[in-house]
């Protein structure tokens, strides 16, 4: 964005990226205009009364509701949402600090791009009603390199195109429509989740931890924290002995509960 609309790029430093006070202070220092940050990152001190940055957007995680509404008093907040098969960004949501739904919406499609919110039978499905969250349009990419059986499941046909061999992204998200034409983000259609903005498949964590010998069963479960929109993930263990309750090398402590970092 910066480049293209021929402003400076600002990188920050690794160290300033994890505390708000530090990041808030570097972009008033630099007189940064717009960040885009995830949204454990939008706290207090990027408020009060200056001017930068004068557009904060907000991806990668559900948005916290009244910390990013009192960002957004005296600035533009957006909160964006996309996966990285869609270019990243595919919907949007002007955040306002008036508002008072219980969760900020993830907006309407922005150019070029097509939303729909379906049953199993792929049959788009009306207001309020959950389902599954699908894009079409210019943004959708061709599929996952070398992996022709993960393409041919998430990269199907669009049926309500009228583009010749148009397709659609199965993102596995559930959403819903408000009455206004923005949409709701209701979470996963699966035990994939996201932590610190990467994705996470729970099954293949609990598959690792199943092939070491000790262990007759596991589960893994994301676990919210104390801090807002932070999450950790917790691995529940059955040893084969269960009077030995260690836990294997790498997963922390000596418990059957352990949490990974």
Request: hydrophobic share 40%; with cysteine.
């Amino acid at each position: 964005m910066a480049l293209r609309l021929g402003l400076a790029l600002v990188v920050v430093p690794e160290s300033t990226r994890r505390d708000t006070t530090e990041l808030a202070d570097f972009l008033r220092e630099e007189q940064v205009d717009a960040i885009t940050l995830p949204p454990q990152l939008v706290g207090s001190p990027l408020g009060g009364d200056s001017e930068h940055p004068r557009l904060v957007v907000t991806a990668g995680a559900p948005a916290i509701a009244d910390a990013t509404r009192k960002l957004a008093i005296g600035r533009t907040v957006v909160n964006a949402y996309g996966p990285a098969e869609a270019a990243v960004c595919a919907t949007a949501h002007q955040v306002r600090p008036e508002a008072t739904h219980n969760a900020i919406p993830i907006g309407s499609p922005i150019g070029n791009v097509r939303v729909y919110i379906v049953d199993r039978c792929m049959e788009p499905l009306p207001i309020g009603v959950e389902g599954e969250l699908l894009i079409g349009g210019d943004q959708v990419s061709r599929g996952y390199i070398g992996q022709p059986g993960l393409t041919a499941a998430h990269f199907v046909a669009d049926p309500f195109a009228e583009t010749p061999g148009a397709r659609l992204y199965r993102t596995g998200d559930l959403a819903r429509w408000r009455p206004d034409g923005t949409l709701d983000f209701l979470g996963r259609a699966d035990a994939q989740i996201k932590i610190r903005g990467m994705r996470v498949e729970l099954g293949e964590i609990e598959a690792a931890l199943s092939g070491f010998d000790d262990i007759t069963d596991c589960a893994v479960i994301a676990q919210s924290t104390k801090q807002p929109g932070e999450t950790k993930l917790v691995a529940y263990l059955v040893p084969k002995n269960h009077r030995d309750t260690t836990v294997p090398s790498g997963f922390g402590g000596s418990r059957r509960a352990a949490s990974l970092p």
